[in-house]
């Protein structure tokens, strides 16, 4: 009933492990807590310092009480909510009703406010675009102090730049959204085992004609002629004649009860892994029905997964290569990380479609490449060889993944950048609104 | 005894706006209970009520929702009354709306105090003796009122709040033996660290619980009567301890 902030530092991190000292304000009222706070935050699953304060401030909001929903409309789909109701809790709700979110991220541990600031994309980007294409309004409290409503009619430019915004034009108190009508919660799945990266971007394209979502995951250890081996993934909502009658039933998961030494993860053990996951996929080719967390969140099923990456963490270094550079593009950048000896975890390319309406928003028509990288002394060394790369090849980075990318770098592959920060200065001329992140990447003032 | 058993119930819940009340009571509803909610703030009580039906899939305007304050009990009797005529009757009363406070601002603050004592013991215990009279005139129902295990044993960094929770909870203790054979449930949730927007802010001690995992275990607890709960369920050992601890080292410990 009655609400308190009180004090207590602890460390805040992001999802890579990589953390900072500070404090999360929480509370049901968002509209409250939001009053003179600097950033606002949800699940923490940005792998970076993207939902990290600024050194100097060291509190952040955490939108993850205020979780109700406002609206919804059986006729249209249409729904409102608070910011911090998660997409897990979305699913249970709706699933069962016969409705999805359009576009969902790789995980159901992220609020809606998140996948807002992040203007999430999917599987199925080439078809849907991402979030923001479906965000009708947004509910903000804006760095005057103000609360209002911003859409494609009102306060244009406020809605665009906070889709995939990264939190930085204001705190996003509801998101109004228009969910899609789904024929069951099985999905309809053909996977694939494929031999190279260049087979990978030939079948992503195919794949990607006939089936709305679909994925790759690639082993990244084997070199020369197989380089980029991997199964190719690619589905839809079953429709009701070919599905179980039943509802999916939940499934199992297992938690990663503590870190892993740094040591496990060598070339070894991520080898093991990847080889495992490989020959998992005896015949050639698969088809049938599968749950829907199978197919969409399959590292949901290991709560603390990124445990696995020991106590110094990992980075995540996700880019889109656009069609412009050809198909060997996603060939010559897997090659500067393994002749530095990079490994990978975990490597998931996909395609992207058209640019959305968000003015930062990541994807562009092109490959998207995501690579798990356990940090080490070199990284930063890696991240910049590989963005000198992306650079050149006229692609550009995911600020949500982000943790070592250089400003210059940033700066040179965003010619979106300057539009952005005028509508921010518009909105918030003193640089209220800022993260570790924007401080890095942006300028802002620490 | 097993009286959950026959179906949905109507049930009145103080508090569902916030933390573990809204826990329960989406919990309540998505199984089909029908409710009607009390509390403060008209807009938040729609926003609440607005999240419980599109959550148990009901038409709009089928929970409904009264103004009640635990600071004017003039409010309780109207606001009871209310949600009776529009549920055509009342099985459960749920009270978790309370007052939290440090100890050091409230030794600071003698107002603060009487606020906090007059919220979490008198005007609480004036509430449930309009609801139990409204119970018990209808033949019996179930009382689920929200302690804490702040009441069990004076505590140096819960001095005033567990002192009024510890009252609190005799009272309902009471009222289970008094009312028993009349056929009212009195069920006592004594909830140990949950993480709520009360307790936003101060640091989770281990075992603190999630406000979904209260709501499983007083649900069930309000279905079989069970005149006292620990929630979460590691609360129950733990204090089962801090009850027996001698008071030479209750004089030691932080706790």
Redesign the interface.
């Known amino acids: 009933?009655?609400?308190?902030?009180?004090?207590?530092v602890?460390m805040i991190e992001g999802w890579g492990g990589i953390g900072v000292p500070g404090?999360e304000?929480?509370?049901?009222?968002l509209e409250r807590v939001t009053e003179r706070a600097v950033l606002s935050r949800g699940l923490g699953r940005s792998y970076g310092d993207s939902s990290l304060p600024p050194a100097s401030v060291g509190e952040v909001v955490n939108t993850t009480?205020a979780d109700?929903?406002?609206?919804?409309d059986e006729e249209t789909g249409l729904m409102r909510a608070e910011a911090g109701l998660s997409l897990l809790a979305l699913n249970r709700?709706f699933l069962p009703?016969g409705w999805f979110v359009p576009v969902t991220p790789g995980t159901q541990f992220v609020t809606l406010g998140g996948m807002v600031a992040s203007d999430v994309h999917g599987k199925e980007h080439h078809v849907r675009g991402c979030f923001g294409e479906h965000v009708t309004r947004l509910k903000m409290r804006v760095a005057d102090g103000r609360v209002l409503w911003c859409s494609d009619e009102q306060h244009q430019d406020l809605f665009r730049a906070t889709i995939g915004g990264m939190g930085l034009t204001g705190h996003i108190l509801e998101v109004e959204v228009r969910m899609m009508r789904i024929p069951t919660a099985w999905i309809l799945q053909e996977s694939r085992r494929v031999d190279d990266i260049d087979e990978f971007i030939a079948r992503l394209k195919d794949a990607s004609h006939r089936l709305p979502a679909t994925m790759g995951w690639i082993d990244l250890l084997t070199r020369g002629k197989n380089m980029g081996r991997g199964t190719l993934m690619a589905g839809d909502f079953a429709s009701a004649d070919v599905a179980p009658k039943r509802f999916p039933k939940p499934l199992p998961r297992v938690t990663m009860p503590f870190e892993l030494p740094s040591w496990t993860v060598d070339r070894w053990s991520v080898r093991a892994f990847n080889t495992a996951y490989y020959w998992k996929h005896l015949p050639r080719e698969m088809h049938g029905i599968v749950h829907w967390e199978t197919f969409f969140y399959p590292l949901d099923m290991i709560r603390h997964w990124n445990r696995m990456y020991g106590a110094r963490g990992f980075t995540q270094y996700q880019c889109v290569l656009p069609d412009s550079a050809g198909p060997s593009a996603p060939r010559r950048l897997l090659e500067i990380l393994t002749s530095r000896g990079g490994a990978s975890m975990l490597c998931v390319i996909k395609n992207c479609g058209p640019e959305g309406k968000g003015i930062l928003s990541f994807p562009m028509p092109g490959t998207s490449i995501a690579l798990d990288i356990p940090v080490r002394d070199d990284t930063q060394q890696l991240v910049d060889a590989l963005n000198e790369f992306v650079l050149r090849e006229g692609g550009r980075i995911y600020l949500t993944k982000d943790q070592f990318t250089r400003p210059e770098h940033f700066r040179a592959m965003e010619p979106r950048l300057p539009k952005f920060q005028e509508i921010r200065a518009k909105w918030d001329p003193e640089q209220r609104i800022r993260s570790a992140q924007s401080v890095r990447l942006f300028g802002d003032k620490p | 005894m097993d009286q959950g058993a026959r179906g949905p119930k109507r049930v009145v819940v103080l508090?569902a706006?916030?933390?573990m009340g809204?826990a329960l009571a989406r919990r309540m509803a998505a199984r089909g209970d029908r409710l009607h909610v009390l509390?403060?703030g008209d807009d938040?009580l729609a926003?609440?009520v607005?999240?419980l039906e599109?959550?148990a899939?009901v038409r709009s305007g089928s929970i409904g929702w009264s103004r009640c304050d635990?600071e004017k009990p003039e409010t309780f009797a109207g606001a009871l009354e209310e949600a009776e005529r529009k549920l055509g009757g009342l099985d459960v009363v749920v009270v978790t709306?309370?007052?939290?406070?440090?100890q050091a601002d409230l030794e600071s603050d003698p107002k603060l105090t009487q606020r906090l004592l007059t919220i979490d013991f008198t005007n609480t215990v004036l509430f449930c003796e309009e609801a139990k009279r409204r119970l018990l005139a209808r033949g019996g129902g179930t009382l689920c009122v929200f302690s804490s295990v702040a009441g069990e044993r004076g505590r140096k960094p819960v001095a005033l709040y567990g002192a009024a929770k510890a009252g609190l909870t005799r009272y309902l203790e009471a009222m289970d033996h008094k009312h028993h054979a009349e056929g009212l449930r009195v069920v006592t949730v004594k909830p140990g660290f949950v993480k709520?927007?009360?307790?936003?802010?101060?640091?989770p001690p281990p075992f603190a619980g999630e406000p979904e995992d209260v709501a499983a275990r007083v649900m069930r607890a309000i279905d079989r009567g069970t005149p006292e709960v620990y929630a979460p369920v590691a609360w129950g050992p733990i204090m089962g301890v801090i009850r027996r601890l001698p008071r030479f080292v209750m004089r030691r410990v932080g706790f």
């Open positions: 009933m009655r609400n308190g902030n009180g004090s207590g602890s404090r304000l929480r509370s049901e009222n009480l109700r929903l406002l609206a919804f709700i009703r | 508090g706006t916030s933390g809204r509390g403060i938040e926003r609440s607005a999240d599109i959550r899939g635990l709306a309370a007052m939290f406070a440090a709520t927007g009360m307790t936003a802010g101060l640091k």
